[in-house]
């Protein structure tokens, strides 16, 4: 048993949608414990319930029943909500989506600038933080560049450093490299490895790519709403 410290873990989550003959089950009694400075890669098919269990641990679509806990805190219960979610998600968990939804008419300094601001820093800070984020990611020399000048890996690079804004603890990432060629998917990929191993933060990422598994240090697959471990 890893001694890290939990960042995430679930108890039975199940979702279900609609009721009797319209019953769907997303996903049925998941368990799941990821550790800081552990990358995770979460496969499976279409519609086995990959995205609705990060929606659940991201706590934007809520378990029928089942505990999320996040650095040990129980957020959610079920439908039952401990606290503001729109806070501690802002404090505690960073996003990554398919496409990268940087805000087109800012720059690329400027668009992570944004989530610093919306946490409170401002001015010469946020402008410095933003930039030695980008830098982090291998960036900086792209700070005044708008997205339209970037290619699809640098914008996905821009999403990460706006997602560790919040110096969260975990990061959600659903299909990061859907858009992305090989070479640039491989790349992005491997920031997720850098970011949980360097920054001490866990990241679980959605993937239907195989190409690059070899960065993850846990695979865990899901097929009809159930999970289970991937062995070597």
């Excluded at 998941?30 to 319930?49: F, K, W």
Aim: hydrophobic residues 40%; charged residues 25%.
């Amino acid at each position: 048993m890893s001694d890290k410290e939990i960042a995430v873990e679930t108890q039975g989550l199940t979702k279900i949608y609609g009721k009797g003959n319209t019953e769907v089950i997303a996903m049925l009694d998941v368990n799941l414990t990821v550790r800081r400075g552990e990358v995770v890669a979460l496969l499976g098919p279409s519609g086995s319930g990959k995205s609705t269990l990060l929606t659940a641990v991201g706590l934007i679509n809520p378990p029928t029943k089942g505990k999320v806990m996040i650095n040990g805190i129980l957020v959610l219960d079920g439908p039952d909500v401990f606290l503001n979610l729109t806070t501690f998600r802002r404090n505690h968990i960073g996003f990554v989506f398919q496409k990268s939804n940087l805000i087109p008419f800012l720059s690329a300094r400027e668009n992570v600038q944004v989530a610093l601001e919306l946490n409170g820093l401002t001015g010469r800070t946020a402008r410095k933080k933003a930039m030695s984020l980008l830098d982090y990611l291998g960036m900086s020399d792209r700070g005044d560049n708008f997205p339209a000048m970037l290619s699809g890996g640098q914008q996905q690079r821009v999403a990460v450093a706006r997602a560790l804004a919040n110096r969260p603890s975990l990061i959600l990432a659903d299909e990061p490299t859907a858009a992305l060629d090989s070479v640039r998917g491989r790349q992005v990929m491997e920031l997720f490895s850098k970011v949980a191993h360097e920054q001490n933060g866990a990241v679980i990422v959605v993937t239907h790519d195989h190409r690059a598994l070899d960065v993850f240090d846990l695979i865990y697959e899901m097929e009809d709403g159930k999970i289970r471990k991937k062995e070597d």
